[in-house]
C-alpha cells in the first residue's frame, strides 16, 4: 500500500487528486473502520490511518474520512480549544490560501465567518491569485490561513509581506511550514531544478526550500508577532497517539 500511495502522490497532478479522492474517500472510511485511531475533525474512528509522503512514506497519517494529516488534526483541536474560531459572535473576514478539503466545507458553513479561499491552482479556490501579489485591499482579513504554500514560493518574503498588508491590525495568521527543527538556518538554492533531486533534498519535489528554525524570526522581521505555539505539550500524550499527531509540531500563531 505505500508503494502504490508513493507513486500516486508522485504521478497525479495535486488538482487532479483532490478531484478523484472526493470519489475514493467514502470507500476507504468504510474498508478502515475500526476503534484504534480517531479523526478529531469529524469523530470517526478507524483500525488504521493511511501512509502519506512523497519520499519517505509515514505510517498511520492520513485519515480515511476527512484525509487529514497530522498537522491539519493539530490545528483543528488548537483552533477548537485555544481560540474563538468556531464560536465567535462578531463575523469574521477570513482568507484561506489553498484550502484543505478537510477544512473546506465546514469552514464554508460557518455562519460567523466570511469565508474567501484563493490559489492558483485548486479548484476550491474562489479567487485565483498569486500569492506575491494578492488583489485585496490593505487591512482586510481578521484571520489568514496559509499552510504548506509557502515552502512552495520562490520570494517568500514578498508572499509574507502581501499576507501581513491584508491582515487587520490585531488580526490572526496561522503559517504552517514544514520544518526540520533540527536545523538553524533555512537552506534552499535555486540552482536545483531537477524533481527528483528537489524531492531528495525539500523533500518534496515542488518545495524550494527546507526551513529551519529561523523560519519564526524571518516572520517576525516582516512586522509579525509569533507565538511558537507547540500544541502537541498541551494534549494528553494517549490522545496525541489516538489523533495520530506528529509530537512536537510548531504551529507559527501569527499576529499584527
Known amino acids: 500500500m505505500k508503494k502504490l500511495f508513493k507513486f500516486i502522490l508522485n504521478t497525479i497532478p495535486r488538482p487532479i487528486l483532490i478531484r478523484l479522492s472526493i470519489v475514493v474517500r467514502p470507500i476507504l472510511a468504510f474498508l478502515l473502520k475500526g476503534n484504534r485511531f480517531t479523526d478529531p475533525i469529524d469523530g470517526k474512528s478507524?483500525?488504521?490511518?493511511?501512509?502519506?509522503?512523497?519520499?519517505?512514506?509515514?505510517?498511520?497519517?492520513?485519515?480515511?474520512?476527512?484525509?487529514?494529516?497530522e498537522r491539519h488534526r493539530l490545528l483543528w483541536l488548537?483552533?477548537?480549544?485555544?481560540?474563538?474560531?468556531?464560536?465567535?459572535?462578531?463575523?469574521?473576514?477570513?482568507?484561506?490560501f489553498a484550502p484543505e478539503q478537510e477544512f473546506y466545507k465546514r469552514f464554508k458553513k460557518q455562519p460567523n465567518i466570511e469565508?474567501?479561499?484563493?490559489?492558483?491552482?485548486?479548484?476550491?479556490a474562489d479567487?485565483?491569485?498569486?500569492?506575491?501579489?494578492?488583489?485585496?485591499?490593505?487591512?482586510?482579513?481578521?484571520?489568514?490561513?496559509?499552510?504548506?504554500?509557502?515552502?512552495?514560493?520562490?520570494?517568500?518574503?514578498?508572499?509574507?509581506?502581501?499576507?501581513?498588508?491584508?491582515?487587520?491590525?490585531?488580526?490572526m495568521g496561522i503559517?504552517?511550514?514544514p520544518q526540520d527543527l533540527s536545523r538553524a538556518t533555512t537552506f534552499s538554492d535555486d540552482s536545483i531544478?531537477?524533481?527528483k533531486e528537489r524531492a531528495k533534498i525539500f523533500g518534496q519535489y515542488d518545495h524550494v526550500r527546507v526551513y529551519g528554525r529561523d523560519y519564526f524570526d524571518k516572520?517576525?522581521?516582516?512586522?509579525?508577532?509569533?507565538?511558537?505555539?507547540?500544541?502537541?505539550?498541551?494534549?494528553a500524550p494517549e490522545l496525541v497517539e489516538k489523533y495520530c499527531l506528529a509530537k512536537g509540531e510548531i504551529i507559527p500563531v501569527c499576529f499584527k
Open 46 to 69: 478507524f483500525r488504521m490511518f493511511l501512509p502519506y509522503g512523497y519520499g519517505n512514506q509515514r505510517n498511520n497519517v492520513l485519515s480515511p474520512s476527512t484525509l487529514s494529516l
Open 78 to 96: 488548537y483552533l477548537q480549544n485555544e481560540t474563538d474560531f468556531f464560536t465567535a459572535k462578531d463575523k469574521k473576514k477570513v482568507l484561506h
Open 115 to 124: 469565508y474567501t479561499t484563493t490559489d492558483l491552482l485548486s479548484p476550491l
Open 127 to 171: 479567487v485565483k491569485a498569486d500569492i506575491c501579489n494578492l488583489p485585496f485591499d490593505d487591512n482586510h482579513y481578521d484571520i489568514i490561513f496559509c499552510n504548506h504554500v509557502l515552502e512552495h514560493i520562490p520570494d517568500d518574503t514578498k508572499a509574507m509581506q502581501e499576507l501581513y498588508r491584508v491582515l487587520k491590525p490585531g488580526g
Open 175 to 177: 503559517f504552517q511550514i
Open 193 to 195: 531544478t531537477d524533481q
Open 219 to 235: 516572520l517576525r522581521s516582516i512586522g509579525f508577532k509569533v507565538i511558537e505555539e507547540d500544541y502537541t505539550n498541551k494534549i
